[in-house]
C-alpha cells in the first residue's frame, strides 16, 4: 500500500484497516500534512471494497495533543473563516460511512479529544488523558468539542472540562461513558479495538452501514423522526441479500450454517 511521512497503515486483520498517527516528535498534533494523510488513509479504506471497519489510534504516549499550536498560532481571521480552518480536517472523518473505532491510549487533548469522539466507537486505556486546555490558550474547542463532550458526557461536566481546562482520566471516561470501553494496557485497547472491529466486519456489510446511519441520525432528529426514519431503513433492507440469508439461516432446521455474507 501507499507509504506516509505520519501514519502507519496496516491490515492487521482480514477486512480490518489499522490507522496509526506516527508524529512522536510532536505527539502526534494534527499538522495540515498529518490531516491531509489521515484523510487519505481514511479515503483509501473507505473505497475498498476488501476493507470493512477501521481503527485509529495513536501512540502509548499520546492519541494525539491537538491541533498544531506552532502552526496556528498566527492564523488570521480572515486565513481561519476564508480556509474554514478544522471544517476541512474533520468532514472527511464525521461523514465515513465504514465504521471507526478510535483506540484512546495516552494525551487526547484539544483537538485529539475531537478526532477522538468523532469515531463510531471509543475505546481507551484507564491511562488515557481526555482534555480540551484551550481555554489555556486563549480560544476554545474549534473541532467539535464543545458539541460532542457535551453530548458524551453531558452538560455540567463538560462545561467544568472546557471551563478550567482540567483533564479526565481514561477510566473516568469509561465511567462516564465516554468511552465504551476501558483497557489496563494500551496494547489491550488496541487489540480490544481490532477484535471489535474484526467481530463487525463479519457481519453484513449493508446492515452495518445502516445501523451506523440511523444510529448517527439520533444525533440530529428528534425521536420521532428518527424513529421514522429508522423504520424507513428497516424496511429498506426485506430488499437485501443478507437479510434473506440472515433470517432464513436461522430459520432452518439443523445445524445452523455460518452465514458468508
Ligand atoms: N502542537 C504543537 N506541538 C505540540 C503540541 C501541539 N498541540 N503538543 C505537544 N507538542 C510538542 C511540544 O512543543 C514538544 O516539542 P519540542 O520538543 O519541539 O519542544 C513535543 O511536542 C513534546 O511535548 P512536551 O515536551 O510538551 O511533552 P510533555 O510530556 O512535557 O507534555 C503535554 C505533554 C501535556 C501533552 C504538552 O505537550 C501539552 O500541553 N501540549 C499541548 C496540549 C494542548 O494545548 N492541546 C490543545 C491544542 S489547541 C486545539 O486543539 C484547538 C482545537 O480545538 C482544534
Redesign the pocket.
Known sequence: GKSYEFLLVSEPKPKVGLIQLNRP???N??STPLITELNSALQTFQSNPAISAIVLTGSE??FA????????KDLSFSAAYGSDF?ESWSSLITFLKKPLITAVNG?A????C?LAMMGDILYASKGAVFG???I??G?????G?SQRLTRAIGKSRAMECILTGSNISGTQAGEWGLAARVFETPQECVDGAVATAEKIAGFSQIAVKAAKEVVNKSQELGIREGVEFERRVFHGLFGSRDQKLGMGSFAEKGPKAKVEW
Open positions: 516528535k510532536a505527539l498534533a494534527l504516549k499520546a495533543a491537538g491541533a498544531d499550536i506552532k502552526e496556528m478544522i494525551y487533548l484539544g483537538g485529539g475531537e480540551q486546555p484551550e489555556k490558550l480560544t476554545i474547542p474549534g473541532a468539542g
